[in-house]
């Protein structure tokens, strides 16, 4: 049985290991060195009980995925806009995990006054683009070759989800 609940520090050391393990079989995330404990800390620190929000899946006491939302960018224009990560654990995949993180997280954020929520998907990766799609996503554009990991180009996938409609003067 899947529990989907919010992350705490006690889950620092497993989200490491996880993300570790995309930086090392993936170009999901761009970072090439591992991170640390102290990294992931200062990156925990963001999230709360606002729009910024960190979900984990857990099975036989296990983490097998996670899911957040953070700051798009630090400028007062962008602050109803958000930008999204899920990573689910190699052996997790296609187990309806992403889908569980995903239904928890924007469930949570509907009176959080969002506009938009964007996500960046590294190329190629049929699964989390159908996985976007599937709740609501739609593709923007490609930038083509814009990065560089372990001695490959990398292109990414834009996404974006409008999450309302009427939050201009909030």
Same mark, same amino acid.
């Given at each position: 049985?899947?529990?989907?609940?919010?992350?705490?520090q006690?889950?620092?050391?497993?989200?490491?290991?996880?993300?570790?393990?995309?930086?090392?079989?993936?170009?999901?995330?761009?970072d090439?060195?591992?991170?640390?404990?102290?990294?992931?800390?200062?990156?925990?620190?963001?999230?709360?009980?606002?729009?910024?929000?960190?979900?984990? @899946?857990?099975? *036989? &006491?296990?983490? $097998? %995925?996670?899911?957040?939302?953070?700051?798009? /960018?630090?400028?007062?224009? +962008?602050?109803?806009?958000?930008?999204?990560?899920?990573?689910?654990?190699?052996?997790?995949?296609?187990?309806?995990?992403?889908?569980?993180?995903?239904?928890?997280?924007f469930?949570?954020?509907?009176?959080?006054?969002?506009?938009?929520?964007?996500?960046?998907? @590294?190329?190629? *990766? &049929?699964?989390? $683009? %159908?996985?976007?799609?599937?709740?609501?996503? /739609?593709?923007?554009?490609? +930038?083509?070759?814009?990065?560089?990991?372990?001695?490959?180009r990398?292109?990414?996938?834009?996404?974006?989800?409008?999450?309302?409609?009427?939050?201009?003067?909030?």
């Amino acid at each position: 049985m899947m529990l989907i609940r919010p992350a705490d520090q006690n889950d620092l050391p497993a989200l490491m290991a996880l993300r570790n393990w995309y930086i090392d079989h993936s170009f999901a995330t761009f970072d090439e060195q591992h991170l640390t404990l102290r990294q992931m800390a200062q990156w925990f620190t963001q999230f709360g009980d606002g729009p910024y929000r960190c979900y984990v @899946a857990v099975i *036989n &006491d296990q983490i $097998v %995925g996670y899911c957040s939302s953070q700051a798009y /960018r630090q400028h007062p224009a +962008f602050r109803q806009t958000i930008e999204t990560s899920i990573y689910v654990a190699a052996n997790a995949g296609r187990s309806g995990t992403g889908s569980a993180l995903y239904q928890t997280l924007f469930d949570a954020l509907q009176d959080q006054h969002l506009h938009r929520a964007v996500v960046g998907i @590294a190329l190629p *990766n &049929d699964a989390s $683009v %159908g996985l976007h799609e599937k709740f609501g996503f /739609r593709r923007i554009g490609v +930038f083509d070759e814009y990065a560089v990991k372990h001695g490959q180009r990398i292109s990414s996938v834009w996404m974006e989800k409008s999450l309302s409609d009427s939050c201009l003067n909030s």
